[in-house]
């Protein structure tokens, strides 16, 4: 009954975060992730294009069907036909692949690079609810953004462990495929949502194995926050511009209606509040 009722707190939390930004001023964080996606987009794939140029020459090379000189059969004409389409196709193949490698690590980079504005958002979050005081001091925000990035490092480094693992034993037992797709998102979803809940412990100056516990539990709200997130961060350049604000607002909501820390707020109209 606990995780039924934390998964639908981590729903609502996510969904509600989105109206209570807006309403509460806090609609220009949403600007910030597209400004930084787009300019690491731009100079990561700058800065990768010439190697991938380099390796694509060498992997076509490598590749290279051999043509008898002065031939003109029509196996001749063939080969170097395919030796034409073989350099295209192996750029456009390497470029692809270090496109999606970009895709992948881009958003434990955002949330690495984003941890003084996600912390911030966390912070200014319950603030408004609960009237408690943080008075700004860029040292701690500081602090609080290196916990965040250090955590959003482990937990990639933790689930690309995870993943790889799930990978080799699907590769030897090929029948668990269906549910390596769901282990491996149930994965990513606890760490992304973990990310997110540990902002709210980092200000209850819990040590990351406290955050450990708090975070398992209320597993049910780390999975929905974290499972939203993913989802949402698919969506092209919308997915960015959203979801990491959305999830650490959503992470303070959910917590604090766990805690029954909403004064005088029902789940139910508690949007309401917040917009009048």
Same mark, same amino acid.
Request: charged share 15%; net charge neutral.
């Given at each position: 009954?606990?995780?039924?009722?934390?998964?639908?707190?981590?729903?609502?939390?996510?969904?509600?975060?989105?109206?209570?930004?807006?309403?509460?001023?806090?609609?220009?964080?949403?600007?910030?992730?597209?400004?930084?996606? +787009?300019?690491?987009?731009?100079? @990561?794939?700058?800065?990768?294009?010439?190697?991938?140029?380099?390796? !694509?020459?060498?992997?076509?090379?490598?590749?290279? #069907?051999?043509?008898?000189?002065? %031939?003109?059969?029509?196996?001749?004409?063939?080969?170097?036909?395919?030796?034409? %389409?073989?350099?295209?196709?192996?750029?456009?193949?390497?470029?692809?692949? +270090?496109?999606? @490698?970009?895709? +992948?690590?881009?958003?434990?980079?955002?949330?690495?690079?984003?941890?003084?504005? @996600?912390?911030?958002?966390?912070?200014?979050?319950?603030? #408004?609810?609960?009237?408690? !005081?943080?008075?700004?001091?860029?040292?701690?925000?500081?602090?609080?953004?290196?916990?965040?990035?250090?955590?959003?490092?482990?937990?990639?480094?933790?689930?690309?462990?995870?993943?790889?693992? #799930?990978?080799?034993?699907?590769?030897?037992?090929?029948? @668990?495929?269906?549910? !390596?797709?769901?282990?491996?998102?149930?994965?990513?979803?606890?760490?992304?949502?973990? !990310?997110?809940?540990?902002?709210?412990?980092?200000?209850?100056?819990?040590? #990351?194995?406290?955050?450990?516990?708090?975070?398992?539990?209320?597993?049910?709200?780390?999975?929905?926050?974290?499972?939203?997130?993913?989802?949402?961060m698919k969506l092209p350049l919308f997915g960015v511009m959203f979801a990491p604000v959305m999830a650490s607002i959503g992470a303070v909501l959910a917590t604090l209606e766990k805690e029954d820390r909403l004064p005088s707020w029902s789940a139910a109209d508690f949007q309401g509040r917040i917009e009048r």
């Open positions: 009954m606990s995780f039924t009722r934390d998964l639908g707190l981590g729903l609502s939390g996510f969904f509600r975060a989105f109206g209570f930004a807006l309403n509460n001023r806090m609609g220009w964080m949403f600007l910030v992730p597209v400004l930084l996606w +787009v300019l690491l987009a731009f100079g @990561l794939y700058a800065m990768l294009e010439g190697p991938v140029e380099r390796l !694509s020459d060498w992997v076509a090379l490598k590749l290279e #069907i051999p043509v008898d000189a002065g %031939a003109e059969d029509w196996w001749s004409d063939a080969k170097t036909f395919l030796n034409g %389409a073989r350099e295209v196709i192996v750029s456009l193949l390497l470029k692809l692949a +270090v496109a999606y @490698l970009l895709f +992948v690590a881009n958003k434990y980079i955002v949330l690495i690079l984003l941890s003084p504005l @996600l912390a911030y958002a966390s912070e200014r979050t319950e603030e #408004i609810i609960t009237g408690r !005081s943080f008075p700004f001091s860029f040292a701690q925000l500081m602090k609080d953004a290196v916990r965040g990035a250090l955590v959003a490092m482990r937990n990639g480094i933790m689930e690309l462990a995870v993943t790889v693992g #799930i990978w080799f034993l699907t590769l030897f037992v090929p029948v @668990l495929a269906p549910v !390596s797709f769901i282990l491996l998102f149930t994965v990513s979803a606890y760490f992304y949502g973990f !990310s997110m809940f540990d902002y709210v412990f980092e200000r209850r100056r819990m040590r #990351i194995g406290e955050s450990v516990k708090a975070v398992n539990d209320r597993i049910g709200a780390v999975l929905a926050n974290g499972a939203l997130f993913s989802l949402v």
